[in-house]
């Protein structure tokens, strides 16, 4: 009897669980699941510009009511990108990160985890300065430049040629220049304020709200917040309750980092690791994620495929002829302004006066649109 009662229990440990739907497969709680309605594939060719947080002309929107993006800036941070990934999962749905290039050297491996539970990379710029319009064009682009072939390098894959500006401080002359590098710039539609709310409730309620009165849209978080990173399963649930969808966003194209700066970064990452051979490695402040049952889905939601036409975006011929590539700042090895002296301002411009563009890089707005 008892020998008979093993097998049973044995038996019953052993069987396989009963075959479950897509969902139920994908999700550890099928019922709380917000999901992906679907799935927006933007082909970046253009450098168009979304979102409702700019002066400058924007693609139409391209969300439905109800629709909403998710987004995270400034990180990773992995005490709070851990906790927002796993909320995430648990509400079986996907976001879109912009990643600071300095955050994503520190801590390359939260990179790939948030890539490989399915989710969309783009960047954020190197060092995260909220004056980049007023930076210089040169040190702006560096930026930009090095912010990309930090996240890539970090990321150990292609990224997504996504962008957005710190602070949403964009300027002509550096949107024209993503535009030549065909570089998708977004802003947002929805602020959630999570950056001066420290509140979980208070930021999850005034959330929903400003959702509620955009109707959706692309909404902004940041994933170096703990007060975002308690509020989220709160914000999910609340956007289940009230019918809202969420839109993962997509790209089959690709930025190629500039060579020069990924090497700078390859070099000093090397250095830095060969220097820690044999000390003690630094204890990891968060413990390894699991694998997500959620990356690599069979059952994909519907595809809307977006290739925005090209746009004269800049106006001003001075602004356009601004758009030559950051010759000089690229090759220097840091992003930290330099104080210069009227004679060395003089000796730039005389400089600049012989300086010719790049062959890879189109020197006018109406040439970046071309498609170079
Ligand atoms: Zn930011």
Same mark, same amino acid.
């Given at each position: #009897?008892?020998?008979?009662?093993?097998?049973? !229990?044995?038996?019953l440990?052993?069987?396989?669980?009963?075959?479950?739907?897509?969902?139920?497969?994908?999700?550890?709680?099928?019922?709380? /699941?917000?999901? !992906?309605?679907?799935?927006v594939?933007?082909?970046?060719?253009?450098?168009?510009?979304?979102?409702?947080?700019?002066?400058?002309?924007?693609?139409?929107?391209?969300?439905?009511p109800?629709?909403?993006?998710?987004?995270f800036?400034?990180?990773? #941070?992995?005490?709070?990108?851990?906790?927002?990934?796993?909320?995430?999962?648990?509400?079986?749905?996907?976001?879109?990160?912009?990643?600071?290039g300095?955050?994503?050297?520190?801590?390359?491996? #939260?990179?790939?985890?948030? #890539?490989?539970?399915?989710?969309?990379m783009?960047?954020?710029?190197?060092?995260?300065?909220?004056?980049?319009r007023?930076?210089?064009?040169?040190?702006? +682009?560096?930026?930009?430049?090095?912010?990309?072939?930090?996240?890539?390098? /970090?990321?150990?894959?292609?990224? =997504?040629?996504?962008?957005?500006? *710190?602070?949403?401080?964009?300027?002509?002359?550096? $949107?024209?220049?993503?535009?030549?590098?065909?570089?998708?710039?977004?802003? @947002?539609?929805? @602020?959630?304020?999570?950056?001066?709310?420290?509140?979980?409730s208070?930021?999850a309620?005034?959330?929903?709200a400003?959702?509620?009165?955009?109707?959706?849209?692309?909404?902004?978080?940041?994933?170096?917040?703990?007060?975002?990173?308690?509020?989220?399963?709160?914000?999910?649930?609340?956007?289940k309750?009230?019918?809202?969808?969420? @839109?993962?966003?997509?790209?089959?194209s690709?930025?190629t980092?500039? =060579?020069?700066?990924?090497?700078?970064?390859? +070099?000093?990452r090397?250095?830095?690791?060969?220097?820690?051979?044999?000390?003690?490695?630094?204890?990891?402040?968060?413990?390894?994620? /699991?694998?997500?049952?959620? =990356?690599?889905?069979?059952?994909?939601?519907?595809?809307?495929? $977006?290739? *925005?036409?090209?746009?004269?975006?800049?106006k001003?011929?001075?602004?356009?002829?601004?758009?030559?590539?950051?010759?000089?700042?690229?090759?220097?090895?840091?992003?930290?302004?330099?104080?210069?002296?009227?004679?060395?301002?003089?000796?730039?411009?005389?400089?600049?006066? !012989?300086?010719? /563009? %790049?062959p890879? !890089?189109?020197?006018?707005?109406? %040439?970046? @649109?071309?498609?170079?």
């Open positions: #009897m008892t020998r008979i009662f093993l097998v049973a !229990v044995a038996f440990v052993a069987a396989p669980i009963p075959f479950a739907s897509a969902t139920e497969k994908r999700c550890s709680d099928p019922d709380a /699941a917000l999901g !992906v309605s679907r799935i594939e933007i082909d970046t060719k253009a450098g168009p510009l979304f979102g409702d947080f700019s002066k400058y002309e924007r693609e139409p929107r391209f969300l439905g109800k629709e909403v993006v998710l987004t800036d400034d990180g990773p #941070m992995p005490r709070y990108t851990k906790p927002i990934l796993e909320a995430l999962d648990k509400f079986c749905t996907k976001a879109t990160f912009f990643y600071v300095r955050m994503a050297t520190a801590y390359p491996s #939260m990179v790939k985890e948030v #890539m490989g539970r399915g989710h969309t783009g960047s954020h710029t190197w060092s995260h300065p909220l004056n980049l007023r930076r210089g064009l040169a040190r702006a +682009k560096d930026q930009i430049e090095r912010g990309i072939a930090a996240v890539e390098l /970090a990321a150990g894959q292609p990224i =997504a040629p996504f962008f957005r500006f *710190p602070g949403l401080s964009d300027s002509g002359p550096l $949107l024209a220049y993503l535009q030549s590098r065909g570089i998708a710039t977004f802003t @947002v539609d929805v @602020v959630s304020n999570d950056s001066y709310i420290s509140s979980p208070r930021l309620k005034r959330t929903i400003e959702i509620e009165r955009n109707n959706g849209g692309i909404v902004l978080f940041h994933d170096i917040k703990r007060s975002t990173a308690k509020a989220l399963p709160a914000i999910l649930a609340q956007l309750k009230r019918g809202y969808k969420v @839109v993962h966003l997509r790209t089959k690709q930025v980092p500039i =060579a020069g700066i990924t090497d700078q970064l390859e +070099k000093k090397d250095k830095k690791q060969a220097s820690r051979k044999g000390k003690p490695k630094p204890v990891p402040i968060y413990e390894a994620i /699991a694998p997500s049952t959620l =990356a690599g889905d069979d059952d994909e939601p519907s595809l809307t495929e $977006l290739a *925005p036409e090209p746009r004269q975006r800049v001003s011929s001075a602004e356009a002829a601004a758009t030559a590539p950051p010759q000089s700042s690229i090759s220097g090895d840091d992003a930290t302004p330099v104080r210069r002296t009227r004679r060395s301002r003089k000796r730039r411009a005389r400089k600049k006066k !012989v300086s010719t /563009a %790049s890879e !890089v189109p020197s006018t707005i109406s %040439s970046a @649109v071309r498609g170079y």
